[in-house]
């Protein structure tokens, strides 16, 4: 995960190198039988991840989700500007930019450096999430990894990430009742792992679709 003495190898360059050769899995969908979800899965997670430690930040989250679900049904196409805003609610700061120096997280055990044309780049691949020849699951997991690691913002990236993927969930009607499964770690060489993540989501959409909905609960 390094690259010379004691210095973390790039992982944007990393994630650049492998993102167009990942193998994405096919995927048939999921056929609606019960209706939506009983429980809204992204809520449940920012509340259960980040309640109890921080209550002002959660409130906030909670807020962008909403903006989030509502710009979804608006079809809206994912830009920077549009995640800017939400990311303006989520750290409550008037302005929100792109970043302008290398990041690390981690523990600094990954680092993000700087491409050239790295927001234009960025914007291109935040268009891909709607790629019509790619299944559903395949390009929601690859937005939340581009996020991830372009980690475009100077605070918040992982957040930015998952409502992202609820975005791009939602822009298609998709709701998921189930989130936790999805935290664990990423690493951007990890090929196999992106696309494991794509055959995740894949099954948490076919589950909450057809799991029987007693009406939307917080």
């Known amino acids: 995960m390094t690259s010379g003495p004691g210095r973390p190898k790039d992982s944007l360059a990393d994630w650049l190198r492998i993102r167009t050769e990942i193998v994405w899995p096919s995927w048939r969908g999921a056929c609606l039988v019960y209706g939506p979800p009983a429980r809204d899965g992204f809520r449940n997670f920012f509340v259960a991840t980040r309640g109890k430690r921080d209550?002002?930040?959660t409130a906030r989250v909670l807020t962008a989700l909403g903006v989030t679900f509502a710009d979804a049904e608006q079809d809206?196409?994912?830009?920077?500007?549009?995640?800017s805003k939400w990311q303006r609610t989520v750290l409550g700061h008037d302005v929100v930019g792109f970043r302008t120096m290398p990041a690390f997280a981690k523990g600094g055990r990954e680092r993000y450096g700087l491409a050239p044309n790295m927001e234009a780049l960025f914007e291109?691949?935040?268009?891909?999430?709607?790629?019509?020849?790619?299944?559903?699951?395949?390009r929601a997991a690859r937005t939340y990894l581009d996020i991830l690691f372009f980690h475009p913002f100077e605070n918040g990236n992982a957040r930015a990430a998952m409502l992202a993927l609820a975005f791009v969930l939602a822009r298609e009607g998709v709701l998921l009742d189930q989130v936790h499964p999805l935290q664990t770690t990423?690493?951007?060489?990890?090929?196999?792992g992106a696309a494991d993540l794509a055959v995740l989501l894949g099954m948490l959409i076919t589950a909450a679709e057809?799991?029987?909905?007693?009406?939307?609960q917080s």
């Open 124 to 138: 291109q691949c935040l268009s891909e999430s709607s790629q019509s020849d790619l299944p559903l699951p395949s």
């Open 55 to 57: 209550s002002e930040g």
């Open 186 to 192: 990423r690493w951007a060489d990890d090929a196999e």
């Open 210 to 216: 057809q799991r029987p909905s007693h009406g939307r």
């Open 76 to 83: 809206r196409p994912l830009t920077f500007a549009l995640m």
